[in-house]
């Protein structure tokens, strides 16, 4: 039998550094049953697959706990514990800085020893204490991250000092002191900065409405918290309220601003039979529900899940950048022995080599190159929800900037499913007659062309014809009495069957279909030598579709849409998206994407699929990168990298741009934080700067990496929003 494999994320705080993140990534691997463990530092997640009939979410919670971490599930996300943990810091910080910054008077002598040594004892212990936990708990462990290297650096620098106390010498107190209120004024700044990164998810926890109104079977309501509403409770939403649930609307109309789901800025009419999102404000009107789905199984809570897995995963630039980071702290620890020792044998001044060694351990700075990578895919996915896009993961991120080609299915995707009514010509002349009684006939078919042909038809005031004996012929159309006569609508093969003879409209209608058009036919059974007339439609292109190729096209990208309709039709559709024939790929049966993905991928394009039905979710998995579409079915949801919350073509393109900046700003992060330490690390160990400006220079350093990640908020598509 095999194993039922959950994934869980938590959100964890405590972590100060990329060895904090190695750490607790080894720490949650060893334990039985997971199977693999990401986190992420600037989003503070850390997400878990694991076996749930070994280990249970609360024993990761434990586990993670034992490694000096906090951990809670996502869902239970609270701001403002982020916000008490950042007071505590700048409380911290505020009595360090006042204890720190008497001890530059004592640089020039104006101090006694003594009293240096008491404004610095609470400095190096109490407000450093975090760092010697720290410290401890990476060690104990088996790794080495920043609290290592600052508890190593400044309690060295603490120890001289007191030494040169004893000894009757002039201290030097205000290195670690100063050193550590400057390494905790730019963690709280830094973590300020990180916590710009996940307004993504703690925005969408915001809009959760807390209670919702549910209705008894007496028709009695009572304010209820929404985890204890379960599928199939009735639920009552007045005007101003946000909709507590996912449902369908049984009794009420209203309009609701849907634009934190789809991203519409438009408000939609909501009445009974619509279906509505949990999350999203009713406006205007009293609502009744029926429940479809609460918790983390409605579209809100996916949609946290989906945005918390992005942001706990990596690309492999990152899980390279992780790695080197794992053995920074052993590697900087080398290089401060090393330091010692050169300058000691060169000086022969112990105390003396002891300052450039601390400097070593100060200066350098495993924390940008920690979050050179994950800053800004937080940033990224935060920016790319604003916009209505949803990425599974960062590595469909990281898919998305190196597409070649991008393979568009037609139907429901740079077409709506209703089709435009182009033509009505009846034999004898009466178009609207004919149009009357074919709604009439279509009044019982839900196929999106009887759709369509009834809404033209009350779109002109017609009143469609009484219809009795209603019945569907599969793979040919619809019939029907009207009257004492029997109706025959659908393809030439219904008619050919019932002998009824298509007359002088058949040369009208080869034309149409040269043009590809399709054509139903209307036929009387008690009229066999001259068909009624016909009714012509064609795809109806969504809005933006043609602008959405030619941005593609713009980006350098290759085009190519796959069409299960014949050679005619997917020629007229592709000719009015303004694809050229080589650019169409018809008469592709469902079965048949999967091969084409493939044999674009054995060519070796990067390959992105761009579907909607059921029938895409095989592409959509099989491709580099699988774009579902506002709108689509669940399965194809699940296949894809990513998913576009609104009907949109233009927004793959947009897509691909986010995705070309996000990777602009990793690699100017990944060259800071190499370049910064490869700078750094050797002028502090020839002597060429103090503990202090070290100290400075390591968080500026993190700054910088985070400070670029942030201005990638500022990105907006080409052209303007979207």
């Known amino acids: 039998m095999s194993p039922v494999t959950d994934t869980a994320t938590f959100t964890v705080s405590g972590m100060t550094c990329a060895g904090c993140v190695s750490r607790l990534e080894k720490v949650l691997a060893r334990q039985p049953g997971v199977v693999s463990a990401q986190v992420s530092l600037p989003a503070e997640l850390a997400e878990v697959s694991f076996d749930a009939g070994v280990i249970a979410e609360a024993d990761l919670i434990d586990a993670i706990e034992g490694a000096g971490f906090g951990a809670r599930p996502i869902s239970d996300r609270a701001t403002d514990e982020a916000g008490a943990e950042a007071k505590r810091t700048l409380i911290t910080l505020a009595i360090s800085a006042a204890l720190s910054l008497p001890l530059l008077a004592g640089m020039l002598g104006h101090i006694p020893g003594w009293l240096q040594w008491a404004l610095a004892t609470p400095v190096q212990f109490w407000a450093g204490a975090r760092f010697y936990r720290g410290a401890w708990h990476s060690l104990k462990g088996g790794s080495a991250n920043m609290d290592v290297l600052v508890a190593l650096g400044t309690s060295a620098a603490y120890g001289l000092a007191v030494w040169q106390v004893l000894a009757g010498l002039h201290p030097q107190f205000e290195a670690s002191a100063l050193v550590i209120t400057l390494v905790i004024a730019g963690k709280w700044l830094e973590a300020r900065a990180r916590r710009a990164t996940n307004r993504a998810i703690e925005a969408l926890l915001a809009i959760r409405p807390a209670v919702a109104v549910r209705v008894g079977a007496d028709g009695g309501e009572e304010s209820v918290p929404i985890h204890r509403v379960r599928p199939g409770d009735v639920v009552r939403v007045r005007p101003g309220e946000r909709i507590p649930v996912d449902g369908v609307v049984l009794d009420g109309r209203a309009s609701v601003d849907e634009a934190v789901v789809t991203g519409e800025a438009m408000p939609r009419d909501r009445g009974p039979g619509s279906t509505v999102t949990g999350g999203t404000f009713n406006l205007d009107g009293l609502l009744t529900v029926q429940t479809g789905a609460v918790g983390a199984g409605a579209v809100l809570g996916r949609m946290i899940a989906l945005i918390g897995h992005a942001q706990a995963t990596k690309p492999r630039v990152q899980r390279l950048a992780d790695q080197v980071s794992g053995y920074f702290a052993f590697f900087v620890a080398g290089v401060a022995a090393a330091t010692l020792a050169g300058w000691w044998l060169t000086t022969g001044d112990l105390a003396a080599s002891i300052l450039p060694a601390v400097v070593v351990l100060v200066v350098a700075c495993p924390c940008a190159l920690g979050l050179a990578t994950p800053a800004v895919i937080a940033v990224a996915l935060g920016v790319a929800a604003r916009q209505g896009i949803l990425i599974r993961d960062a590595e469909a991120l990281e898919a998305a900037h190196a597409l070649t080609l991008v393979v568009f299915d037609k139907t429901g995707t740079l077409t709506e499913e209703r089709p435009d009514i182009t033509n009505i010509e009846a034999a004898d002349g009466d178009a609207d007659a004919l149009l009357a009684l074919a709604a009439g006939v279509q009044a019982g078919s839900n196929h999106p062309i009887a759709r369509a042909v009834i809404e033209v038809a009350a779109a002109k005031g017609l009143t469609a014809s009484e219809v009795a004996g209603f019945r569907a012929v599969p793979g040919r159309g619809v019939v029907g009495w009207v009257g004492r006569r029997e109706i025959l609508l659908g393809n030439r093969a219904l008619l050919d069957e019932a002998g009824i003879n298509a007359g002088t409209l058949g040369a009208r209608a080869a034309s149409l279909e040269a043009d590809g058009k399709a054509v139903i036919w209307v036929g009387d059974r008690g009229s066999p030598t001259q068909a009624l007339g016909l009714i012509a439609c064609s795809d109806r292109l969504r809005p933006g579709a043609r602008r959405a190729l030619t941005a593609l096209r713009q980006a350098g990208l290759k085009l190519l849409m796959v069409t299960g309709d014949a050679p005619a039709a997917a020629a007229a559709t592709g000719a009015r998206l303004g694809l050229a024939p080589d650019q169409i790929l018809a008469g592709v049966h469902p079965e048949d994407k999967i091969a084409e993905i493939e044999r674009l991928q054995a060519a070796r394009e990067r390959v992105a699929m761009v579907g909607d039905g059921v029938n895409d979710g095989p592409a959509l998995a099989q491709a580099n990168l699988g774009i579902a579409m506002g709108g689509g079915t669940d399965v194809a949801i699940q296949a894809a ?40 690390l050797p002028a502090a160990a020839l002597g060429q700067f103090g503990p202090v400006p070290a100290a400075a220079a390591m968080t500026l350093s993190s700054l910088i990496v985070v400070g670029n990640a942030l201005s990638l908020q500022r990105w907006r598509p080409p052209g303007g929003p979207v």
């Not at 990298?641 to 990944?670: C, D, F, W």
Request: glycine share 4%; charged share 20%.
């Open 641 to 680: 990298g990513a998913s576009l919350m609104r009907a949109e073509p233009e927004l793959v393109a947009s897509l691909v741009h986010l995705a070309r900046a996000t990777r602009r700003k990793i690699v100017q992060n990944l060259a800071w934080a190499f370049g910064f330490n490869l700078v750094a």
